[in-house]
């Protein structure tokens, strides 16, 4: 069964830093590209980022790039999202999506985590 | 930016069919439908334009002209109630549009 497990949120000040995690089992972890997909409370969903099975290919939204990194460790089974320059507006659920594909822009998610809530607020 | 463009609620009466559009400059041919409801993550429902996922009911249908995808729901049931988004990707970035919720009355 595959199952996908986010950690990680919590509140921090605007300017502060936060790292996600998501564990992954349940399927062969470098098969499968992975993404972040935020939701603002009340709102609509939102890609965030995007890697490949294999690492070697990411994809940031404009809002997070520069910002946020994802990178992914598959001798751990875990996908990561650095956060660093925190704004208000980053204020949301962060779920951890599987895609059916390989590469990093393959965007059928199969499988989503529960989400982890990041609030940024002063 | 690429944006995709859906009506922000459709309501439908039970047994009735429910369609839910999506529109983009240019919706390639890989177009996701996704299922929210309150408080759970969301379910993919259709992807790549028709097919439907295991376990995902046959009531379930997609379709895509181009530049307007389509999520229809046949005999639509009480449980159907939800968000619903459509997705899609261009050359950089995977988009979703605005959500339409599905009222059943």
């Known amino acids: 069964e595959v199952q996908l497990l986010e950690s990680g949120g919590g509140l921090v000040q605007p300017g502060e830093s936060l790292r996600l995690s998501c564990a992954a089992s349940g399927f062969t972890f470098r098969r499968n590209a992975m993404s972040w997909v935020r939701q603002a409370p009340g709102k609509g969903l939102e890609w965030v980022s995007g890697?490949?099975?294999?690492?070697?290919?990411?994809y940031h939204a404009d809002s997070v790039r520069g910002r946020f990194t994802i990178s992914r460790d598959t001798s751990k089974n875990t996908l990561y999202l650095q956060m660093n320059s925190l704004r208000v507006e980053d204020t949301a659920v962060y779920y951890c999506?599987?895609?059916?594909?390989?590469?990093?822009?393959?965007?059928?998610?199969?499988?989503w985590g529960q989400g982890t809530l990041v609030i940024v607020s002063s | 930016s690429y944006e995709l463009t859906q009506p922000p609620s459709v309501s439908v009466s039970p047994g009735q069919t429910a369609s839910i559009t999506c529109s983009g400059d240019?919706?390639?041919?890989?177009v996701c439908w996704y299922q929210q409801k309150p408080g759970q993550s969301p379910v993919l429902v259709i992807h790549q334009d028709t097919k439907r996922p295991s376990g995902i009911p046959e009531r379930f249908s997609g379709s895509n002209s181009g530049k307007t995808a389509t999520l229809t729901i046949s005999g639509t049931q009480a449980m159907d109630e939800a968000d619903y988004y459509c997705?899609?990707?261009?050359?950089?970035?995977?988009?979703f549009g605005g959500g339409t919720k599905l009222t059943v009355l």
């Open positions: 999506a599987k895609a059916g594909g390989a590469a990093a822009l393959d965007h059928d998610f199969d499988y």
């Open positions: 890697i490949s099975g294999s690492g070697g290919t990411t």
């Open positions: 997705q899609a990707r261009d050359s950089s970035t995977v988009v």
């Open positions: 240019k919706l390639g041919d890989n």
